[in-house]
């Protein structure tokens, strides 16, 4: 058969030693049983394009979980099996994933020209494939260690920058792959190829993506969400008439592309201040369905099939942010405790979307509440209004909440005005001058 490349040279250069020693002995361990093991996809297409991907998928021509039970007890990994699918997943003991899959070798559902049915496992499991980038393969048998497997094209696809299906029903077996093309291109800077896109545009006007199951379509807008190129992939998908599959009130526009542009730029700002990792699609999920109604966003939400729960809290979070902006905006006379409140209950990825619909004039004022405002804290609590001799009930949160609020707004200084404050609130709740709710 064929004679490919070797790249074990590559693979050495580019890859940690720890992922190269396991590819090593999966090989090993591939012989010992007498099947075939390959590294393939996404892993192989980054490592020849030298950028770095460390997902490994393994493809077995043998039964899969077989191999991963005896790499999962060579490493004393944890082992999870669909023996349906005849895939598994070992979790290393240091929590690093490796997917093993059997070789989808079923020939039945193929359009023609097809590969043959005497075609070994690997090369008809890559034809099943997206895209030809993605159909290359890394042998790991011990003989054969390193040799590039490349039926369809893949290195001279790479090579041209293209993304191109391998037959004509790609599209049609599997819409999502169209949010995928545009994914990949707008990620390697590649064209989608003539052919292909007349695919994919004939794909869209057949409205193949209604018919992607909810939580699939949500995964892909999010993917897309999360690339460094996304404003290119919502462009792209503006153009080929996409977005309105999502809703007919999106509005995509020159202005909007400068809100976004402000939003990267506070979550830069948010990724350097503030040590914490956020899911950067929320903020900009939220900013593309931006103008949507409550109505229509909730429908949305449910195309996507958000559980219950989380539909509830996803998009009270959402009409929380939007009336927050409102409320800045009219407010003349904006206080410390008023930005503490109005920000307090909201998670900072909503908060990030709020402030970029508030606009540059609130910079500061959002940069003030992460530096400064969610700072400050009381130095007293529950505990010294017990020592005070106050009895534990409801009115302990009342006057700390108060107390915060006073010493936001720069009223009292430390701890002695503080518990000051504190006996003037409990009297005053006392006195019922204050009804305390
Ligand atoms: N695949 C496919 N059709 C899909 C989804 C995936 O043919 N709708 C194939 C692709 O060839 C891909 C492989 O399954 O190489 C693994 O999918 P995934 O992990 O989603 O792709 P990666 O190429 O690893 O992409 P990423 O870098 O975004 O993880």
Known sequence: SKRFRNVKHLMKDRLPGKIYNILVEIGVLADQVGMNAYVVGGFVRDLIMKIENFDIDIVVEGDAVVLAKKFAKLKNAKVSVHYKFKTAVVILPDNFRIDFATARSEYYDFPAAAPKVEDSSIKIDLYRRDFTINTIAIKLNKEDFGALVDYFGAQSDIRDRKIRVLHNLSFVDDPSRIFRAIRFAVRYNFDIGPHTERLLKHAINLKLIDRIVGQRLFLEIKYILCEKEYLKALNMMKNYGILKFFSNSINFS??????????????????????????????????????????????????????????????????????????LKKNKNITNSYIYNTLKDLEDEFVLYLSAILGEKFENLIKKYYTYIKEIKLEINGNDLKDLGYKPSEKFKYVLDKLLELKLDGVILNKGDEIKYAKKLFEEIESGRNSGN
């Open 254 to 327: 020159e202005e909007s592309l400068e809100i976004f542009k402000f939003l990267d730029k506070l979550i830069n700002w948010y990724s350097v201040q503030i040590n914490r990792n956020i899911e950067i699609w929320i903020p900009r999920f939220n900013l593309l369905f931006h103008s949507l109604k409550r109505g229509e966003f909730i429908k949305l939400l449910e195309r996507f099939e958000f559980n219950s729960n989380y539909k509830k809290y996803f998009a009270s979070q959402v009409f929380k942010s939007r009336n927050a902006a409102i409320r």
